[in-house]
């Protein structure tokens, strides 16, 4: 088969799903640069604006994660896209979307990052994964809300399956603040790796 020297200039097919274990020292850096890897895949040009886009309630433990990267990321004075969804204005059920409008009218041209709090396997909690493509928020609690984004960024808090709402009300505040922390850091670190 006939390949352009263009084909070879290419860099490498970023994977369709990546997933990082919080508990890894290695995880923050690792998670940094393959979020930078996709969003530059991603990007129709280097200079497109990003929306980083935090979904979830702080009236539920398990689903604050979203919410507390937003604001973690206000604190670390992270300027390099626009954030959406903190534990003062949070994006959730109610308002997603009114708040998705408003990003589209505000924002028309950006790539837009979904960062939400889901439930998995056992074996999976603790777990980040980053993905090309929209979240579907609320499908872990049976919710039919609209898919968002263009790139994914689920925290699997806590073991899915039954009384999923329970479940998330009683997830470790210590477990969804460390991976909040991890995502805002490999945020911080993804975009800096541009400079």
Not at 1 to 21: A, G, I, Q, T
Not at 119 to 126: A, C, F, Q, T, Y
Not at 145 to 159: E, Q
């Amino acid at each position: 088969m006939y390949r352009s020297l263009l084909d070879y200039l290419k860099p490498p097919p970023v994977p369709v799903e990546m997933r990082f274990n919080i508990n890894d020292a290695a995880a923050p850096e690792s998670f940094a640069r393959s979020f930078y890897s996709l969003l530059n895949s991603l990007r129709t040009y280097p200079a497109q604006p990003v929306v980083i886009m935090c979904i979830g309630t702080d009236r539920s433990t398990g689903d604050a994660l979203g919410p507390l990267i937003g604001t973690r990321l206000k604190e670390l004075g992270f300027t390099r896209a626009s954030v959406y969804g903190t534990l003062d204005e949070p994006v959730h059920a109610a308002n997603l979307t009114t708040f998705s409008e408003l990003i589209l009218s505000t924002h028309p041209h950006a790539l837009i990052v979904a960062v939400d709090a889901c439930l998995g396997r056992l074996d999976s909690v603790g777990h980040v994964l980053l993905e090309r493509g929209p979240i579907k928020p609320g499908a872990g609690v049976n919710k039919t809300l609209p898919a968002v984004g263009d790139i994914a960024v689920t925290g699997i808090v806590n073991v899915g399956g039954f009384m999923e709402h329970f479940v998330l009300q009683n997830t470790r505040l210590s477990l969804v603040k460390n991976m909040a922390y991890m995502i805002a850091a490999g945020f911080a670190r993804g975009f800096s790796l541009s400079d």
